[in-house]
């Protein structure tokens, strides 16, 4: 079975940074990209990155885009989330998610995701 793990969470002071990793635990498989999600406290889960395998490009939500970078090896299914300027409002738990068929424009469906780790933003 695939199993994606979430880790490098924690808490941070406001501005500081974090790196979030992701990686497959369980069997080999192939990915067209993969994502960043988070879920605030009481709130639900959206979409903050996004990264093709197919050529590179990235998407990133108005909220972290200029402060949050996404990369990843494509062929072992390993994701990164490089997090900087951290705010308060970023507090929330982070999952990583892969999606095996794609698409254009990064209306994706997720078929694999990672159990998620906690960032909270607090002085």
């Known amino acids: 079975q695939v199993q994606l793990v979430e880790s490098g969470g924690g808490l941070v002071q406001p501005g500081g940074s974090l790196r979030l990793s992701c990686t497959n635990s369980g069997d080999t498989f192939t990915s067209y990209g993969m994502a960043w999600f988070r879920q605030p406290p009481g709130k639900g889960r959206s979409g903050i990155a996004v990264i093709s395998w197919v050529d590179g490009d990235t998407y990133y939500a108005d909220s972290v885009k200029g402060r949050f970078t996404i990369s990843g090896d494509g062929a072992k299914n390993t994701l990164y989330l490089q997090m900087n300027s951290l705010q308060p409002e970023d507090t929330a738990v982070y999952y990583c998610?892969?999606?095996?068929?794609?698409?254009?424009?990064?209306?994706?469906?997720?078929?694999?995701w990672g159990q998620g780790t906690q960032v909270t933003v607090s002085s």
């Open positions: 998610a892969a999606s095996t068929l794609g698409g254009p424009g990064f209306r994706w469906q997720y078929e694999y």
